[in-house]
């Protein structure tokens, strides 16, 4: 079972006691303000659920508070549903079961898609580099066209990337895979037996915790830490302990749906918890194109040399370039890489010739393609940040450097309505627990800025509609600036 340890509970509770709140005899009710604080670091997925809290003597001596006070918060937890507690072990970390309105159901071609992070296609470079694709695909017509492996021209247009990012890599450890999902799924096929635990970031991408569950693994959340705008990696290291867990999955390159990227220092003490722990990482670098405020980050692969931690890397052309290429990879040593073909032969024989002799093409020279790419997510970034003070500034919000959304704070824990009751609104979206696990982030929205500025204007007028509906009162707004 794994405990939240007193210190690091305490830590994140924060300034817990509001000021000025007193009980009827003039006494601060303190049980309730720390039942309170506590519900909310679960809603927001901070504590995970099914984590033992700390015991009432332990967090009482970590916060300076009496054990009764201790003893009546976790009283009104379970009270409240927070809380499932058994003879004899620790309460555990769970959510109170909830009934939401019925979702509207879609409308084809009226409804504002905020549920994809992934933007349009740059057409004219497309049309480009296909073009150039068919000139060269008669060289490949005299073969079977099956290439589980991938491309030749392909394989060496994505290692020598990585050569460029400073990690030295040789086709022989690439991959190509029909996007960064199947790559994923390939890499839970060889590496997580079923019932067996994975490490993820909490919160983390939907696709990513459905592959594991689909694979039968069980997920560890390890929560972000949201107001350091970075990765608790110590709890890290003591879930990777407790757990015992053979595997991670994580995505520290423009994290979605944060946005935050990992530094280089917390990347070499992420390789040096694997190499401890003797965890495998997989690490996600499908935004790893898209640094807005900061460089295109170090791999996490180039802290493993000379170290026994056992990094696979999963790329993709998806959010950079276009998702409809569908095309992605696996950067592995050389032994698993052979070890993926056994199990991609039960799922396809290879990504199609057309789509790689494109992708190698616009990764020839990527930068040509990304900078206006990049720009052109700033550009939306701003507009959606602007709408959102406008019409909703009681939602809040700290963007990360890069990435292609905002990852948004509710005053309410009203995320799952607000997917349910946008549709009637106009507008389609991903309510917060559909990434994570077991109910948390119903006090977060992913917003993602792909879509075109005037119809990022448009989706959060339509939430603000939403979110009146929902309050039953008018959204605050700012006054109107006159120049």
């Known amino acids: 079972m794994r405990v939240i340890g ?59 508070l009496s054990r009764t006070t201790i003893t009546a918060a976790y009283a009104a937890l379970r009270e409240d549903g927070y809380l499932v507690s058994r003879q004899g072990s620790r309460s555990t970390v769970a959510v109170p079961a909830r009934r939401m309105p019925p979702a509207s159901d879609p409308i084809p071609g009226r409804l504002l898609d905020l549920t994809c992070a992934s933007m349009p296609a740059p057409a004219d470079a497309l049309r480009e580099v296909y073009a150039a694709a068919l000139d060269a695909l008669p060289a490949h017509l005299g073969g079977h066209g099956l290439a589980p492996l991938g491309t030749p021209e392909l394989r060496e247009a994505v290692a020598r990337r990585y050569r460029d990012r400073g990690v030295p890599t040789d086709p022989d450890q690439i991959m190509i895979t029909t996007g960064a999902q199947q790559a994923l799924v390939l890499v839970l096929g060889l590496l997580a037996a079923p019932g067996e635990r994975v490490l993820i970031d909490h919160p983390t991408y939907t696709n990513g915790i459905e592959a594991i569950r689909r694979r ?101 052309m998806s959010k950079a370039f276009w998702s409809g290429l569908r095309v992605g990879w696996i950067r592995a040593d050389t032994a698993t890489i052979n070890a993926l073909l056994a199990v991609r032969s039960a799922l396809d024989m ?126 605050p707004r700012r006054p109107a600036l006159v120049i």
Request: aromatic share 4%.
């Open 6 to 64: 007193a210190s690091t509970l305490a830590r994140d509770l924060g300034r817990w006691q509001p000021d000025g709140v007193r009980s009827r005899d003039g006494r601060f009710p303190a049980y309730r303000a720390l039942a309170d604080a506590v519900r909310l670091l679960i809603a927001d997925g901070r504590i995970p659920l099914g984590v033992a809290l700390p015991s009432e003597r332990e967090l009482a001596a970590a916060l300076g």
């Open 216 to 316: 039968g693994a069980l997920t560890v959340p390890v929560p972000l830490r949201l107001e350091a705008r970075g990765w608790d990696l110590e709890g890290l290291r003591v879930a990777a302990r407790q757990s015992a867990a053979k595997l991670a999955y994580l995505v520290p390159d423009f994290h979605n749906p944060t946005g935050y990227c990992l530094d280089d220092a917390g990347r070499a003490e992420l390789v040096r918890i694997a190499a401890d722990t003797r965890m495998t990482l997989v690490i996600d670098e499908t935004m790893t194109d898209l640094g807005l405020d900061a460089p295109t980050p170090t791999p996490v692969a180039a802290f493993a040399r000379g170290t026994r931690a056992d990094i696979v890397t999963l790329g993709s």
């Open 350 to 475: 290879g990504t199609a010739v057309l789509e790689q002799l494109a992708a190698a093409r616009l990764l020839a020279d990527p930068d040509r393609l990304l900078a206006a790419r990049r720009q052109q997510l700033r550009d939306r970034r701003g507009a959606l940040l602007d709408a959102l003070a406008a019409d909703l500034p009681q939602w809040r919000c700290d963007p990360g450097p890069g990435g292609m959304a905002l990852w948004v704070q509710l005053p309410q824990p009203l995320s799952t309505a607000l997917a349910a009751t946008a549709p009637a609104h106009g507008v389609q979206l991903s309510a917060g627990p559909r990434f994570g696990v077991e109910g948390a982030f119903e006090r977060y929205l992913r917003l993602p800025y792909a879509l075109d500025e005037q119809s990022l204007r448009a989706a959060v007028r339509g939430l603000a509609e939403a979110d009146r509906t929902l309050s039953g009162g008018a959204v």
